[in-house]
DNA sequence: TAAGTTGTTCGGGG
DNA sequence: CCCCCGAACAACTT
């Protein structure tokens, strides 16, 4: 379930319990005690990244479905819940979710710029935090949450695939433009897999992520677990171009002739 | 059927 | 103090 463009979608079917009551709760999440949330009633609803973010008058909730979450509202699945609200006449249930009370205020507590579904996404920033560990790898960089809030491994390998940039690239590497490219890919990927999820046709948009063919050259996609987060990578080493040292040596040798 | 998966946190070791 | 890495978690699909 869970990339920010889903969160978006679920915080969106929640809206009517904006102003609800809850009169029971319940769930084995650990570190989080369910009684706190009776009498209480939702302020607002918002989503920091993959995070949902239930605001309370005094406190909020922050939930996180996970790799395998999910939710349903008012039905119930097989397993018991790790988060489960009852209001007057809904109920709302949360699968394998983790699920951890906040004390600081919405505004404090998260940073609203980081998060790539935010209006207030400051690219700029991120571009930043990527300068900050020039060695690294932009597979690792792109599913980072403290520079791209709500960026999953889908967003990840589409990113690439439309930038044309191979998943072991280095920071360092990678032209200031190719990366500016890269960021707002992110946010405009991040749309599209909104739009695509809310119609039910993701999968089918999708040109990369788990595809076994290249759509531009139809040669076979390499499979790999690349980086130091060692996730799925699937990639096209024709269209995509690898920036390592040997070509920056390239551009610097280049520029001393000149 | 067993492997694969849209993810994060924790703790130990270096 | 930082970084790295593996384990743990847990359920659904193919």
Redesign the pocket.
């Known amino acids: ?3 920010g463009p ?1 969160l978006v979608i679920l915080k969106e079917k929640l809206q009517p319990f904006v102003g609800q009551k809850i009169i029971m709760a319940d769930g084995y999440a650990k570190g989080f005690d369910p009684a706190v949330l009776i009498d209480q009633t939702i302020s607002d609803i918002r989503t920091w ?2 995070n949902l973010i239930i605001i309370f008058r005094g406190f909020s909730v922050r939930v ?1 479905l ?3 979450g ?1 939710y349903k509202i008012n039905h119930r ?4 819940a790790s988060l489960f609200l009852q209001f007057e006449e809904d109920e709302l249930n949360f ?2 979710a ?1 699920v951890k009370l906040i004390t600081d205020p919405p505004q404090q507590a998260f940073d609203w710029t980081t998060d790539v579904m935010n209006k207030g996404f400051d690219a700029k920033k991120a571009r930043e935090k990527l300068m900050l560990k020039p060695e690294r790898l932009i597979c690792d960089a792109l ?1 980072d ?1 403290r520079i791209f809030a709500g960026s ?3 967003v990840k390998n589409e990113v690439l695939f439309r930038t044309r940039v191979h998943p072991e690239s280095k920071i360092a590497f990678i032209p200031t433009r190719k990366l500016n490219e890269l960021i707002s890919e992110v946010v405009v990927f991040c749309k599209d897999f909104y739009e695509w999820r809310k119609a039910e046709t993701l999968r089918q948009h999708l040109e990369a ?2 595809k076994q063919i290249c759509p531009r050259n139809k040669i076979p996609f390499n499979k790999a677990d690349l980086g ?1 987060t060692k ?2 990578c699937y990639y096209c080493s024709k269209c995509q171009k690898l920036y390592d040292e040997k070509k920056r040596a390239n551009i610097e040798m280049a520029t001393k002739l000149l």
Do not use: A, T, V
Not at 77 to 80: A, M, Q, Y
């Open positions: 379930m869970p990339e889903s990244g993959k996180h996970g790799l395998f999910s699945g097989k397993n018991r699968y394998i983790h599913i949450q999953g491994n889908i992520h788990e130091k996730r799925h």
